[in-house]
């Protein structure tokens, strides 16, 4: 069963702190992607990666970066966490060709307080 | 840019046909793909049409016409477990990464 894990699902920070928010996908997938999603908006697109330290902006990068050093781990760093960054994270996977067929994680639901 | 609308909100009884509309304006257009989303769930993918015509998997089959700039998503012999949020992504621009619409959500009544 092909699988996409977030590190937590319920994560709950302080204004200012550095978040991590991990992602693992276990279908050797060349694509991956991290989205936020806020009631009324649909998932929009923070950045992607198509290979191994290779990343591009999605529509809303501000405020955040992300990581890929192996080929299975996506990282998503918010660099000082603020309060309008409360929001449901997911995670996504896909092969390189197939873009539009992507493999969600459950989500981590970030509260910034 | 591009923009996607479809319906906020739809409701349906249990056995009936539903069909969620997905009108979408962009340049360099590819495909239209659906998503279905369970209250607290990951979204899952549902289908994807390339190209005009009706593409059926099961009970649920998805519609595109490109020189009008629309699809739709059909729900046949609806089920409670249809209840959900259901997503239309378009693929363009160069690249097959989707660009998610606002969802709408199907409530479906006993």
């Known amino acids: 069963d092909v699988k996409v894990t977030q590190s937590s699902r319920y994560l709950v920070k302080r204004t200012g702190e550095k978040v991590f928010l991990e992602c693992v996908q276990d279908?050797?997938?060349?694509?991956m992607f991290w989205y936020r999603q806020d009631p009324g908006l649909g998932l929009r697109l923070i950045y992607f990666?198509?290979?191994?330290?290779?990343?591009e902006k999605g529509d809303i990068p501000e405020g955040y970066s992300v990581s890929r050093e192996k080929k299975e781990r996506f990282s998503l760093i918010l660099e000082s966490a603020s309060t309008n960054q409360t929001s449901m994270y997911l995670c996504?996977?896909?092969?390189?060709?197939?873009?539009?067929?992507?493999?969600f994680g459950p989500g981590t639901r970030l509260t910034v307080t | 840019g591009q923009s996607l609308e479809q319906p906020s909100e739809v409701t349906a009884v249990e056995g009936a046909i539903v069909q969620i509309n997905c009108t979408y304006q962009?340049?360099?257009?590819?495909?239209l793909s659906w998503y279905q989303q369970h209250d607290g769930g990951a979204p899952t993918f549902l289908s994807y049409?390339?190209?005009?015509g009706l593409e059926e998997t099961g009970r649920f089959s998805s519609f595109l016409s490109r020189s009008d700039s629309y699809g739709y998503l059909l729900l046949q012999e609806l089920q409670m477990k249809d209840s959900a949020s259901y997503f239309c992504?378009?693929?363009?621009?160069?690249?097959?990464?989707?660009?998610f619409g606002r969802g709408t959500s199907l409530i479906v009544h006993p």
């Open positions: 049409n390339g190209l005009d």
């Open positions: 990666s198509y290979d191994v330290k290779m990343k």
């Open positions: 279908m050797d997938h060349e694509n």
């Open positions: 962009t340049s360099g257009f590819y495909g």
């Open positions: 992504a378009v693929s363009s621009g160069g690249s097959y990464i989707p660009t």
């Open positions: 996504a996977s896909s092969l390189p060709q197939n873009s539009y067929e992507q493999y």
